[in-house]
Nanobody, 120 residues
Framework: QVQLVESGGGLVQPGGSLRLSCAAS????????MGWYRQAPGKQRELVAV???????NYLDSVKGRFTVSRDNAKNTVYLQMNSLKPDDPAVYYC??????????????WGQGTQVTVSS
């Protein structure tokens, strides 16, 4: 069994910063790609940032230069540093992890979601 636990969401003023964390635990054998998605009310879930096992990253155009995705492989944790937050960034942010468990099964797992609100 695998669990993804997110933390770090909250309320921040425009221009402020937040750091999201997502820790994976359980019978994990290996972790491949880790990333973050977000979903705002009435909109489809979209990919925000992704980081491969080799450290390559990719970002949604609207967050490039403001958000940074990173990972700590020793802790099975992925982070999203969000700077210069804008009024169109608020959403529920979900971590997404492609991993293999000890039984050999490989699958995509989702965190529970954490709310990010940007308001003055």
């Amino acid at each position: 069994q695998v669990q993804l636990v997110e933390s770090g969401g909250g309320l921040v003023q425009p221009g402020g910063s937040l750091r999201l964390s997502c820790a994976a635990s359980g019978s994990i054998f290996s972790i491949n790609t880790m990333g973050w998605y977000r979903q705002a009310p009435g909109k489809q879930r979209e990919l925000v940032a992704v980081i491969t096992s080799g450290g390559s990253t990719n970002y949604l155009d609207s967050v490039k230069g403001r958000f940074t995705v990173s990972r700590d492989n020793a802790k099975n944790t992925v982070y999203l540093q969000m700077n210069s937050l804008k009024p169109d960034d608020p959403a529920v942010y979900y971590c997404n992890v492609d991993l293999s468990v000890r039984t050999g099964y490989r699958g995509i797992y989702w965190g529970q979601g954490t709310q990010v609100t940007v308001s003055s």
